[in-house]
């Protein structure tokens, strides 16, 4: 298969599997997906879902935000993780949001990435699924998938979103590495993975990888 080929084979194997693409973390607006995104970090969805409703009911705007203490948020969050940067980055970008932008989230990647705690990896989801703009976050389960298919070489995660941005039209972007997301999680793991199961791997997957998992 050429390069084009694998491309189409990927996209037309997501959207047959995976023709809707629900927002993994609850959120209602930009600001509430900005404070789950930024909880995500090096933490799972399903645990940040259980996290938010409580943070949430007391505060789901920067407002609101800012009457709670570092310390409060804190404790709300704890279970997530690298609690001293989430919480004094909640705290710090929610002030921000009020003082520079009459509480909203900025739709402008520049301006996202120069908040607190608020890394290229969040403001591209952000920008993405609160404002539509095509972005491609790249997660652990990207940077494996693009791997295993030979698409990237795997150096980074920067290196694989100037990848997958040049080999996938822009237009499918924001769909699409939602779609890789739910493939790595259901059919291509880190652990316990299942190459038989994996159709996509098992097709156009990267020959090393292949040989490696036989062995």
């Known amino acids: 298969?050429?390069?084009?080929?694998?491309?189409?084979?990927?996209?037309?194997?997501?959207?047959?599997?995976?023709?809707?693409?629900?927002i993994p973390l609850n959120h209602k607006d930009p600001y509430t997906l900005l404070i789950a995104v930024l909880l995500s970090a090096q933490c799972t969805d399903e645990r940040v879902n259980k996290i938010t409703p409580s943070l949430f009911a007391k505060a789901d705007n920067p407002y609101d935000m800012v009457k709670m203490s570092v310390e409060q948020i804190a404790a709300?969050?704890?279970?997530?993780?690298?609690?001293?940067?989430?919480?004094k980055g909640i705290f710090g970008l929610s002030q921000i949001l009020i003082d520079k932008y009459n509480g909203e989230v900025p739709q402008d990647?520049?301006?996202?990435?120069?908040?607190?705690?608020?890394?290229?990896?969040?403001?591209?989801?952000?920008?993405?699924q609160a404002f539509?703009?095509?972005?491609?976050?790249?997660d652990t389960?990207?940077?494996?998938?693009?791997?295993?298919?030979?698409?990237?070489?795997g150096k980074?995660?920067?290196?694989?979103?100037?990848?997958a941005k040049r080999l996938f039209p822009e237009a499918s972007w924001n769909k699409l590495h939602l779609q890789i997301i739910y493939y790595g999680r259901e059919y291509s793991p880190a652990r316990g993975w299942n190459l038989d199961k994996d159709i996509i791997t098992k097709t156009i997957g990267r020959k090393s990888v292949i040989d490696e998992y036989k062995k």
């Open 76 to 87: 709300i969050i704890r279970p997530c993780g690298l609690t001293p940067m989430k919480s």
């Open 1 to 22: 298969m050429t390069k084009n080929e694998k491309v189409t084979f990927v996209i037309n194997t997501l959207n047959e599997l995976y023709p809707e693409t629900p």
């Open 141 to 153: 389960h990207i940077h494996r998938l693009m791997y295993r298919w030979n698409l990237s070489n």
């Open 156 to 163: 980074s995660v920067q290196q694989t979103e100037k990848d």
């Open 109 to 128: 990647f520049e301006a996202l990435e120069s908040l607190p705690a608020v890394g290229h990896k969040t403001a591209s989801v952000v920008m993405s």
């Open 132 to 138: 539509g703009v095509p972005a491609f976050p790249v």
